[in-house]
T-cell receptor
Framework: KAGVTQTPRYLIKTRGQQVTLSCSPI?????VSWYQQTPGQGLQFLFE???????NKGNFPGRFSGRQFSNSRSEMNVSTLELGDSALYLC??????????????FGPGTRLLVL | EDQVTQSPEALRLQEGESSSLNCSYT??????LFWYRQDPGKGPEFLFT???AGEEKEKERLKATLTKKESFLHITAPKPEDSATYLC??????????????FGKGTKLSVKP
């Protein structure tokens, strides 16, 4: 079974630009979560999508947004990029059945550098 | 506030020298505690999930245990290929959603031959 895939793997942008990252979950998984990883803050939750609806949201500004498509693929968008947005953006998928015992499986991440 | 603290931040071991990593957590209600391994430039790789105090899971040289306030990841006779950052995360009860993972900062393990 193929794992979680993320594209692109690396991205360089300049301040003020916007960026869109893509995530394809494991086949059959309906929940997709996004995390930001930085050396200072570690892994921080951005948001979770299930059945095309945002089900949970972390403490990030509105410049960070996402969406999910009917095939469970997800995209996240960051508008008006700031230097501090440089990070590894990780996507994780799970079956999303809202049961008590679910495991999130992570993709390889997209490394974003903002200059 | 839900919180996860891992110690030590870094650990250097000689090959074959067993040790333990600690994960202390504060959460209103624990749905699950997760251990992941992360190699440089890669996404976290799932290792274990623990759900209730007293539970133990094993995989090759790794063994994870859980109490009401902390979890330990025991590494027996480590090899250089065990070198990685080990991340602990908790998922809190409550809410209608699955719940996001709250991660610790990780323990960077280096195993020298």
């Amino acid at each position: 079974k193929a794992g979680v895939t993320q594209t692109p793997r690396y991205l360089i942008k300049t301040r003020g630009q916007q960026v869109t990252l893509s995530c394809s979950p494991i086949s059959g998984h309906r929940s997709v979560s996004w995390y930001q990883q930085t050396p200072g803050q570690g892994l921080q939750f951005l948001f979770e999508y299930f059945s095309e609806t945002q089900r949970n949201k972390g403490n990030f500004p509105g410049r960070f947004s996402g969406r999910q498509f009917s095939n469970s693929r997800s995209e996240m968008n960051v508008s008006t990029l700031e230097l501090g947005d440089s990070a590894l953006y990780l996507c994780a998928s799970s079956p999303g059945l809202a049961g008590p015992k679910e495991t999130q499986y992570f993709g390889p991440g997209t490394r974003l550098l903002v200059l | 506030e839900d919180q996860v603290t891992q110690s030590p931040e870094a650990l250097r071991l000689q090959e074959g020298e067993s040790s333990s990593l600690n994960c202390s957590y504060t959460v209103s209600g624990l749905r699950g505690l997760f251990w992941y391994r992360q190699d440089p430039g890669k996404g976290p790789e799932f290792l274990f999930t623990l759900y209730s105090a007293g539970e133990e899971k094993e995989k090759e040289r790794l063994k994870a245990t859980l109490t009401k306030k902390e979890s330990f990841l025991h590494i027996t006779a480590p090899k250089p290929e065990d070198s990685a950052t080990y991340l602990c995360a908790v998922q809190a009860l409550g809410g209608g959603s699955q719940g996001n993972l709250i991660f610790g900062k990780g323990t960077k393990l280096s195993v020298k031959p």
